[in-house]
């Protein structure tokens, strides 16, 4: 990742200085939360941790005054500096905790989103949830085109102009965030475009539901959001002439940062396969020197390599472009599918010992699975992509 043709603008001191960040960050706050049996790590122990990550610069945050609202992760600078730093902010803290790596991700995507806007926020929280998604998947390229029009999945999510304020109506699922944010990033249907709005999450008339137990990335708090008639003043609105490049920029981030995610799982998954095998005997030897264990490991690390690449080689020309949406559609289906396999691979090199919780490999093969679906399962996205290819065409 040191390679300065992936970062115009950086040299690899820059770059080591990010991920010496992030591992000084992963040691000294996230291993103590696996002490003791917890699968997914002493979870009441994670909002201490993540306030060590607004300290130390790693979390973006809308507010200017912190730390980590230029250089954090998806910080303002993502404009001037590209993708390279938070892709190595994030992968090197998800070989730790991919839950943890999402969490970041997640309050970073809200957060530039609100950096990139247009107009003045009314107020400048400390912590976001990004509030696009409603049902099963993201907005196909009609809707995200003309969010008006029934087919193929028209948004829902209303926002009524009255008077000196908007009045906010639906629902949005699968909203990640950390624990108890101040405020959410909403997209709605306004009139008949796209309208963005930054509404306090403890406006009257919203609900939060847990979706309840999840598979992985349970460090994330993932919910669903209803908007029943919430009340925001017209200054709540953060776009000015409709929110479709905001919807466009998100959907780029949050594809290329779960990209990111799941290569610092594969990696992570790899450094602990080849751990093992260095430790562990049979026959007098140890396993590292059987053929099946040489090969399951280094076709995992070939499959982990090929994804970071391929997430690093994502240029940052545009974050407003169609081109740049189907180029991280793209990486995601591509990348999520490379890592799945090299983790695979990694747990079947323990053995049974893979699947039982002691070793943390159940839990990366539970965490980029559910990577694999969050925010645009492999259907959707090769949809999307045919559309856009098609779009282009025109």
Not at 37 to 66: M, Q, R, V, Y
Not at 67 to 84: C, L, R
Request: with cysteine.
């Amino acid at each position: 990742m040191e390679k300065e043709s992936y970062t115009p603008g950086l040299c690899a001191e820059d770059l080591a200085h990010y991920r010496d960040l992030a591992v000084q960050y992963a040691r000294k706050s996230l291993l103590p939360i696996f002490d003791g049996e917890f699968s997914d790590g002493n979870l009441s122990l994670l909002p201490e941790k993540l306030k060590a990550a607004f300290e130390a610069g790693i979390a973006a945050t809308p507010d200017p005054s912190l730390p980590g609202h230029e250089y954090g992760i998806w910080g303002k600078a993502v404009d001037a500096q590209g993708f390279v730093p938070s892709i190595v902010l994030l992968s090197t803290i998800a070989q730790t905790c991919g839950g943890v790596a999402m969490c970041l991700h997640a309050q970073g995507v809200a957060s530039n989103v609100l950096a990139s806007a247009s107009g003045r926020l009314p107020f400048a929280p400390r912590t976001v949830g990004l509030a696009l998604q409603e049902g099963f998947c993201p907005p196909f390229w009609g809707t995200i085109h003309s969010p008006d029009i029934d087919a193929p999945a028209r948004i829902t999510t209303v926002a009524e102009k009255r008077h000196d304020q908007y009045i906010i109506n639906g629902t949005k699922s699968f909203v990640y965030s950390m624990n108890d944010v101040d405020a959410y990033v909403v997209f709605a249907l306004s009139g008949d475009e796209w309208g963005c709005f930054l509404v306090n999450s403890r406006a009257q008339g919203i609900e939060k539901k847990d979706v309840g137990v999840r598979t992985g990335l349970r460090a994330c708090l993932v919910e669903h959001v209803t908007f029943n008639n919430v009340e925001v003043p017209l200054e709540a609105r953060i776009d000015e002439n409709g929110a479709r490049d905001l919807v466009i920029r998100a959907l780029i981030l949050n594809w290329v940062g779960m990209s990111a995610i799941a290569v610092g799982i594969a990696h992570g998954a790899v450094a602990a396969a080849r751990k093992y095998a260095s430790e562990r005997y049979q026959g007098g030897k140890q396993i590292e020197e059987l053929p099946a264990i040489k090969m399951l490991i280094a076709g995992a690390e070939a499959f982990a390599a090929t994804a970071e690449k391929m997430a690093l080689s994502l240029s940052d020309d545009d974050l407003y472009s169609l081109k740049k949406l189907k180029e991280s559609a793209a990486a995601k289906s591509t990348v999520m599918d490379l890592c799945a396999r090299a983790v695979t691979d990694c747990l079947q090199s323990f053995g049974g010992y893979g699947y039982m919780e002691d070793y943390g490999m159940e839990k990366r093969l539970r965490d980029v699975s559910v990577l694999k679906s969050a925010s645009g399962s492999t259907t959707y996205l090769k949809q999307l992509i045919f559309d856009l290819e098609k779009e282009a065409a025109k």
